[in-house]
Nanobody, 124 residues
Framework: QVQLVESGGGLVQAGGSLRLSCAAS????????MGWFRQAPGKEREFVAA????????YYADIVKGRFTISRDNAKNTVYLQMNSLKPEDTAVYYC?????????????????WGQGTQVTVSS
């Protein structure tokens, strides 16, 4: 069993920045890929970013590429999402997820455990 706890969400003006954190329990973190997804009201969940077990490979949705950066600290069992140049359309609940395999994917159904989510609201 893996538990994930997200933090760092909040209200920010357009153009601002936020850093999300996701702390994981369990000894499998360092060998597992991690991902960030988001869901806006009335929309389906969408992929944001993912990172392989070592941090050597990262993947981004086109709409956040160049603005968001995913990283991880295996010593702290934590994955981060640095979000810069935020736009109102980035407003959503952001979820982190763990895939109990070393290779990351962009497919939500391939992740095994999910956090409870953290709200990000970007005002115009």
């Amino acid at each position: 069993q893996v538990q994930l706890v997200e933090s760092g969400g909040g209200l920010v003006q357009a153009g601002g920045s936020l850093r999300l954190s996701c702390a994981a329990s369990g000894r499998t973190f360092s060998s597992s890929a991690m991902g960030w997804f988001r869901q806006a009201p009335g929309k389906e969940r969408e992929f944001v970013a993912a990172i392989s077990w070592s941090g050597g490979s990262t993947y981004y949705a086109d709409i956040v590429k160049g603005r968001f950066t995913i990283s991880r600290d295996n010593a702290k069992n934590t994955v981060y999402l640095q979000m810069n140049s935020l736009k109102p359309e980035d407003t959503a609940v952001y979820y982190c997820a763990v895939r109990l395999k070393p290779v990351a994917t962009m497919v939500g159904d391939e992740y095994d455990y999910w956090g409870q989510g953290t709200q990000v609201t970007v005002s115009s």
